[in-house]
């Protein structure tokens, strides 16, 4: 039974939403506020968590922060704002998805499902062994220039198919269908910000270009 973890302070969406996704067979642990819901996550292990960002105490921002400290697993968040703007950001720090308030629950549904496929591979994590210039990853954990790196489970998905193919380019249309595992809408915001991340956490080690923007195509290792 995969877990949920749902970080809101209105009970009667903590109680719509748990009611709902136990009659598909998930668990679901609630938390009122942030600091609670750092802690929850902490111990209840949940495989996606489900984030407000209007929270009290601890704002959703700050705990989004501290979650990706301590977890790769998946992050829906859930608000009531609307700004493209914010969703990039959301996305910058380490949010898998967004969905804005009031939602359906079956879109819900939907989501969770998709990321909880993304977040599990074909292939078993005590096999993976990728190598490229200064990068490694072994058994999921990366290595940039020999420096423990963490990465969210979309930006590791995205930065472990390149190195699988180091000749092929990827258009933002196969990414999107490799990754997410479902057909592609177009959204250059989704695609170009979880690269952005790859390349910002790889430039805090060294200075070579590792994905090079093949323009009006898409991406490749360099």
């Known amino acids: 039974m995969k ?19 136990k009659n598909y067979n998930y668990e679901v642990c609630y938390a009122s506020d942030g600091n609670k819901g750092v802690e929850l996550c902490q111990s209840f292990l949940p495989d996606l968590i489900i984030l407000d960002l209007m929270l009290p105490i601890l ?9 990706r400290t301590f977890t790769d697993n998946p992050v829906i968040v859930v608000s009531a704002k609307t700004m ?23 879109e819900l549904l939907a989501r969770i499902e998709a990321n909880l496929k993304r977040n ?13 210039k200064d ?9 940039i220039v020999g ?16 190195l699988q193919y180091p000749q092929k380019i990827f258009s933002k249309q196969n990414l999107y ?30 200075d070579t270009e590792y994905i090079e ?4 195509i898409g991406y490749k290792l360099k």
């Not at 072994?138 to 290595?143: G, T």
């Not at 420096?147 to 390149?162: K, M």
């Open 84 to 106: 493209v703007q914010s969703k990039i950001e959301l996305l910058h720090l380490g949010a898998d998805d967004y969905m804005t308030k009031p939602f359906n629950l079956f």
């Open 177 to 206: 269908e490799s990754i997410w595992q479902e057909g592609y809408a177009y959204d250059n915001d989704t695609i170009n910000t979880h690269i952005s991340n790859i390349r910002k956490k790889i430039k805090k080690y060294t």
């Open 59 to 67: 704002s959703g921002v700050k705990v989004l922060k501290e979650l």
């Open 135 to 143: 990068i490694q990853i072994e058994n999921y954990n990366v290595y």
């Open 3 to 21: 877990k949920i973890a749902v970080i809101e302070d209105d009970m009667d969406i903590c109680n719509m939403i748990g009611k709902f996704l």
């Open 147 to 162: 420096n423990p790196v963490r990465f969210t489970s979309i930006e590791l998905d995205i930065l472990i198919l390149l």
């Open 120 to 132: 599990v591979t074909e292939i078993p994590k005590t096999d993976i062994r990728l190598s490229y």
């Open 213 to 216: 923007t093949i323009w009006g």
